[in-house]
């Protein structure tokens, strides 16, 4: 069993999948030098794979184009995306929600603020 905040990747790509039923393919942008990278890329890919959708990797590092990283999933069609709560996208939220809006990609994540601006869904701690 999951403690913590552990399982929390594998249970937003359950609920983006629950709101996006014909979802086949899911985003997961993420920092790649976190601690945890490992394990939740790990979550996503058994979850997608229990619910017949592959999980389509998208690293992003501090500096990065916000508008390149989400852009780049819209064109491999995704049908959704979860946000790990990471920079860049932890520090600009709003912006986040925009760009989520302009491509039309619904997304999910830990931080409520990227919801609020347009992304769909947010599912963690109320660090609010």
Request: charged share 25%; net charge negative.
């Amino acid at each position: 069993m999951m403690k913590g905040l552990e399982g929390l990747t594998g249970k937003r790509v359950e609920l983006l999948k629950d709101a996006l039923p014909t979802a086949t393919r899911i985003g997961l942008i993420f920092y790649p030098d976190s601690p945890t990278l490992v394990r939740s890329l790990a979550q996503a890919e058994e979850v997608g794979s229990r619910l017949g959708v592959v999980i389509r990797a998208s690293p992003a590092r501090p500096g990065d184009d916000l508008e390149a990283a989400i852009a780049t999933l819209a064109r491999e069609d995704v049908d959704g995306v979860d946000i790990e709560p990471v920079l860049p996208f932890a520090t600009y939220p709003r912006e986040t929600g925009e760009l989520l809006v302009k491509y039309r990609l619904p997304a999910i994540s830990e931080l409520r603020q990227i919801a609020e601006s347009g992304g769909l869904l947010s599912y963690g701690p109320n660090a609010f």
